[in-house]
């Protein structure tokens, strides 16, 4: 306990340190051998507020840089997962930070998959084109795009809550899955498709060969670029008075009306956050592969990023990226079980074989995490760097 | 009422002759009291007896079916709870209502919600305005943490707190709307004596160092008749007694209110 040290009034602009510019525009330096010591708060409120944390995060980077290197076929599953780790930070948002559960992330994605690809697509084409191949026009088109049908949806999370909020959002992903099946002129219809968004930027293409790698090697380095930047403004969002009230809204959000935070504003903002995230995700998603059908925006993709935000940590952006990574390196690595396990099949006639244990993996994993680390990887994250800074001491 | 003096300020909050009613419960019936500036006003009245629904009525969670509240000078009934948090007016809840998975930093950042003005843009580049005000605010948010004495628990997850330390950060938050009124919904209940001395004391500071009005709701009679300047004692939704402490505790309708005396 710390004895009351005076009483400090909370008089309206008189405090000593706020000087010209406001408190914390001097930046204060941090004294020699004190390296936690803060001696501003923006050094406090800082991203990477420790040494080990910045070290770190360079290290993760730096590694990140060096995996260009892989073969071509692990470049594009990498690349896929830092996109879907776009689209997870986004359900995030919605439903780790503001407590609004969506399993309609699905459609979202396809919103902004499908304004991506027609608006970068070819005017001449069998599908809708218009013909702009900058990726500063299409990407955020497809958020934006995303994000108005974001907002067109919140009115729904402003009037139900929980479960019914769940299922309102399921029976979007079933609705647009019609929509898009039947929508030949901009779906290509299914079994058939179309051509994703074109990845193209002040004339580079990053889905080709060029002087500075392979198309793998090109479509990994953007995705990375990219997915550090959403990421880095997720966090920034989150810390600021928007996560708070998002937090706010989840915890308690009676209380957080009452404190001065407008439900119906905030719900509908975190979805339409949210969605665009997702937009800007589904737009990119498919320019790794390049080509995509209606039937991929199902309720199996909705279940996917819920398993990534679940597994990875609920309202945490590293967990979310952690999550994705995880989720979309599973199929690779569950292809590797027949070799290592002799009762499993590579056959798909025969029971059990290795695509039956992919599905029903999704499940068990949520179930397990759910049960045993209900902060997921981030969770057991946090636990393994207790345990190290106090070894060899329990606590 | 009261002397002249205090007729000649203008009040904070005016409520007059509120009624709600749940169905064919009466649950307030008739209400009217004023706060003046820097006073500190008490409500009481045995379980079920209004007080929280007053509350409710004046932070606009519930709308009564008649009467009028006026704070500083508007009519707030019908405002949604945002805007009458927005115009000053601040609140703790009988049971602890913070946001649980939140540090008490947080908790108290989100009191000042309504003092930010940037935007989701900025908020995401986290440039220029945000930055400035996030540190602004923080900067205040500090100064309440000195006030309430919670530095040793700053960067703790609230639920994780004990219950008075809890109380403690429900009032930071209030404080931290820079309220021109506050209101305490039983601020000391199920506290020991330490924790109901600390708490008295803050309150008595925050109304004679910070000048802010306090309505206050308890049970804790000791408390109520020691703090306040006037009391209103309500039962059954109706009032029976407003005044002094001194004049209140005579009357012998409240005596018959708590003590169920012949009516």
Redesign the interface.
């Known amino acids: 306990m710390t004895e009351r040290t005076g009483q400090v009034g909370v008089r309206p602009g008189v405090r000593p340190d706020s000087g010209p510019g406001g408190p914390g525009a001097v930046r204060a330096r941090r004294p020699k051998g004190r390296p936690l010591l803060y001696t501003a708060y923006a050094q406090d409120m800082a991203l990477l507020d420790t040494r080990a944390k910045k070290a770190g995060l360079a290290l993760l980077l730096g590694a990140a840089v060096l995996l260009s290197g892989l073969p071509d076929d692990l470049l594009v599953l990498l690349a896929a997962g830092y996109v879907a780790a776009i689209g997870a930070i986004g359900l995030n948002i919605v439903t780790g930070y503001a407590g609004q559960v969506s399993l309609g992330h699905a459609f979202f994605v396809a919103v902004g998959a499908y304004t991506a690809a027609a608006v970068s697509g070819d005017p001449g084409g069998r599908t809708l084109g218009f013909g702009i191949t900058s990726m500063l026009v299409w990407l955020p088109a497809a958020g934006a795009a995303a994000a108005l049908a974001g907002v067109l949806v919140a009115p729904l999370a402003a009037r139900l809550r929980g479960l019914y909020l769940a299922i309102v959002t399921l029976g979007l992903v079933f609705l647009g899955e019609h929509v898009f099946k039947e929508w030949d002129h901009l779906t290509g219809g299914p079994g058939v498709g179309r051509p994703a968004a074109v990845p193209e930027l002040f004339g580079f293409r990053f889905d080709a060969d060029s002087a500075l790698g392979t198309r793998a090697q090109s479509l990994y380095m953007l995705m990375l670029v990219l997915l550090v930047v959403f990421a880095v403004a997720a966090r920034n969002l989150a810390r600021s008075r928007i996560g708070r009230a998002f937090s706010a809204i989840r915890d308690r959000d009676i209380a957080a009306e009452v404190i001065g935070v407008p439900l119906t504003r905030y719900k509908t903002l975190a979805f339409a956050i949210s969605s665009g995230y997702a937009g800007c995700a589904g737009a990119l998603m498919y320019t790794v592969t390049g080509f995509f059908d209606p039937g991929s925006f199902n309720l199996l993709m909705s279940v996917q990023f819920i398993a990534m935000v679940l597994i990875g940590g609920v309202a945490t952006v590293s967990g979310a990226i952690a999550g994705a990574l995880f989720v979309t390196l599973l199929p690779r690595i569950t292809q590797e079980l027949p070799a290592l396990l002799p009762f499993v099949s590579a056959d798909t006639t025969q029971t059990p074989n290795v695509f039956q244990i992919q599905v029903a993996l999704y499940g068990l994993l949520i179930v397990l995490f759910l049960v045993f680390e209900p902060r997921g990887l981030f969770g057991i994250w946090i636990r393994a760097r207790a345990y190290w800074k106090s070894w060899p001491f329990s606590y | 009422m009261t002397g002249g003096a205090r007729e000649a300020v203008p009040p904070v909050l005016k409520v007059e002759d509120v009624g709600l009613a749940f169905a064919g419960v009466k649950a307030i019936d008739g209400v009217s009291f004023e706060v003046a500036p820097a006073e500190l006003f008490a409500v009481i009245g045995p379980n079920g007896a209004g007080k929280t629904s007053v509350f409710n009525v004046l ?3 519930y709308r009564p079916q008649r009467g009028t509240v006026t704070f500083l000078g508007e009519d707030v009934i019908g405002r ?3 805007r009458i ?2 115009m000053g007016l ?2 703790t ?1 009988q049971n602890v ?6 540090t008490v930093l ?1 908790n108290l ?3 000042r ?2 003092h ?1 003005g ?1 935007g ?1 843009l900025q ?4 440039l220029g305005r ?7 605010a ?3 948010v ?3 943490i ?2 309430l ?1 919670l ?2 628990w700053r960067r703790h997850p609230v639920r994780l707190l004990p219950y008075g330390v809890q109380k403690r950060v429900e009032l930071g ?3 931290a ?2 309220p021109r009124l506050l209101l305490l919904d039983e601020p000391v209940a199920g506290m020991n004596l330490e924790e109901t001395e600390d708490m008295a004391r803050f309150v008595l ?1 925050i109304r004679d ?2 000048g802010v009005p306090v309505v206050l709701v308890d049970h804790d009679m000791g408390l109520v008749m020691d703090l306040a300047d006037r009391v209103l004692v309500l039962d059954f939704g109706r009032p029976v007694a407003l005044g002094t402490p001194a004049e209140v505790q005579r009357d012998p309708k409240v005596v018959a209110a708590y003590l169920g005396g012949a009516p």
């Open positions: 932070s606009g969670v949604p709870p945002h948090a927005a601040a609140r809840f209502e913070l946001f649980h998975n939140l947080d950042m989100l009191g919600h309504h930010f940037y989701p908020a995401l580049l986290w945000a930055r400035r005000e996030e540190l602004a923080r900067a205040r500090e100064d309440i000195d006030f004495d530095a040793a938050r209030a404080l709307m820079e500071d160092e910070l």
